[in-house]
């Protein structure tokens, strides 16, 4: 039926009026009545609703214009359709998001966790200006090495914090001492 024609096709044709025609006539009505009640049917299941709700589903069948033969979505065709209630939670997978696709400005705060970052992911050029309190620097982590020259200044050692134990001998000159400035007259 869906190559050749799009009627039904009645059992009797009629083509000439005597007795036999009253049933052959009721047959006939029968099959139209039969075929009416089996498409009220079907519209039924692809509307999910009664043959009045057919304008509302026709916009479900202008989206199936996205579908290409293959059965794969155009989804230029489907912008603005998918809205977030619609997608399930934990829904999309890595596999179904574009390279890139997310950005730090679609991160939510705080949704970043340690485990997520990759070791040696995190270098000096990715760390903020005082970035890095006292309380997170270990213990002998920072050493002559790692101290550059000329950063520790007067006004950066602490009152008592030099110790003649802290001196080794022999490291302080008479050159080094202002010992003039401590004379008594």
């Given at each position: ?64 214009g996205a579908i290409t033969p293959d059965g794969k979505f155009l989804t230029e ?7 977030e209630l619609q997608i399930a939670d934990q829904a999309i997978s890595e596999l ?68 003649a134990d802290k001196i080794p001998a022999g490291e302080i000159s008479e050159a ?10």
């Amino acid at each position: 039926m869906s190559n050749d024609q799009d009627i039904i096709k009645l059992p009797f044709r009629i083509t000439e009026f005597n007795e036999d025609m009253l049933v052959a006539l009721d047959r006939n009505f029968k099959e139209i009545e039969f075929r009416l009640s089996l498409l009220q049917r079907y519209i039924k299941q692809i509307t999910g609703g009664s043959v009045k709700s057919i304008v509302d589903a026709a916009e479900i069948w202008k989206r199936a214009g996205a579908i290409t033969p293959d059965g794969k979505f155009l989804t230029e065709k489907l912008d603005g359709l998918i809205q977030e209630l619609q997608i399930a939670d934990q829904a999309i997978s890595e596999l179904k998001l574009k390279d890139l696709a997310v950005t730090s400005a679609k991160l939510a705060e705080n949704s970043v966790i340690t485990e997520k970052i990759a070791d040696a992911a995190v270098d000096a050029s990715k760390l903020a200006d005082l970035a890095v309190e006292m309380s997170k620097i270990a213990p002998g982590a920072v050493n002559s090495e790692k101290i550059a020259p000329g950063a520790i200044t007067a006004e950066k050692i602490a009152e008592g914090a030099i110790t003649a134990d802290k001196i080794p001998a022999g490291e302080i000159s008479e050159a080094k001492l202002k010992w003039q400035t401590h004379l008594i007259y």
